[in-house]
Nanobody
């Protein structure tokens, strides 16, 4: 299984950030896997942002829920994330990752995509 994130690289403050994670070697609808977006700002730890399960159930970090939307394209095995009204504090490396429901551990990660919020 491979995960590949893609994104704009640079976003202006107040805009909406859109990211896509393309999954290959596996289906995003396969039981019982869960797909997450996680970010790491410079010099800080990892922050889980949102997740979507094999059946389409979504979950959000409460601190980001008002600005975040996660969705999926099952035809293309893609997981997308939108983060609205971005500020420079949203500058981070953004990762997608898979959780194996049998172990509740992350078993695959993408390489990440750097997003900088700046005017």
């Amino acid at each position: 299984v491979q995960l590949q994130e893609s994104g704009p690289g640079l976003v202006k403050p107040s805009q909406t950030l859109s990211l896509t994670c393309t999954v290959s070697g596996g289906s995003i609808t396969s039981k019982y896997f869960f797909w997450s977006w996680i970010r790491q700002p410079p010099g800080k730890g990892l922050e889980w942002m949102a997740g979507i399960s094999y059946d389409g159930t979504t979950n959000y970090n409460p601190s980001l829920k008002s600005r975040t939307s996660i969705s999926r394209d099952t035809s293309n095995d893609q997981i997308s994330l939108q983060l609205m009204s971005v500020t420079p504090e949203d500058t981070a490396m953004y990762y997608c990752a898979r959780i194996d429901g049998s172990t509740w551990a992350y078993d695959y990660w993408g390489q990440g995509t750097q997003v900088t919020v700046s005017s």
